[in-house]
């Protein structure tokens, strides 16, 4: 297996208001893009840099992952996401390598893509996120 880019990196924030003047007047990048996703109780703002983009996630639910994050770590940098194709067959790949896997089959994240977290305690304390773009093949 091999991915193709480091497709983003998640930060968890408690707000994404207090958080995105840093981004833009500090850093002088531009969100583009602000979703929900009620699924992982989390509303999230994008920016790009080159290729690799950055996720803030603000949650919706302090009983959510990003609220439980917080609550226990503060905030700071969640997860790496890295960009693959095949999704199903890089999680039976990794899994037969003896990686946990928090997400044994794709849902749906942010953006649109298809997306699946392997356990951090198989990946040494870094939450590792396989992304994959159906709509885009040219990741």
Known sequence: MKPTHIEHIGIAV???EESIPYYEEVLGLTCYA?????EQ???TAFF???QTKIELLESTDPEGPIGKFIEKKGEGIHH????VEGLEKRLEEVEGKGVRLIDK???KGAEGLDIAFLHPKS???VLT???EDKTNKSL
């Not at 790496?80 to 960009?83: E, G, L, T």
């Open 14 to 16: 408690k707000s994404l």
């Open 34 to 38: 602000i979703e929900e996703v009620p």
């Open 41 to 43: 109780k989390v509303k």
């Open 48 to 50: 790009k840099v080159g």
């Open 80 to 83: 790496m996401a890295f960009a």
């Open 105 to 107: 089959t794709p849902r």
């Open 123 to 125: 990946t040494h304390g």
């Open 129 to 131: 996120e396989f992304c």
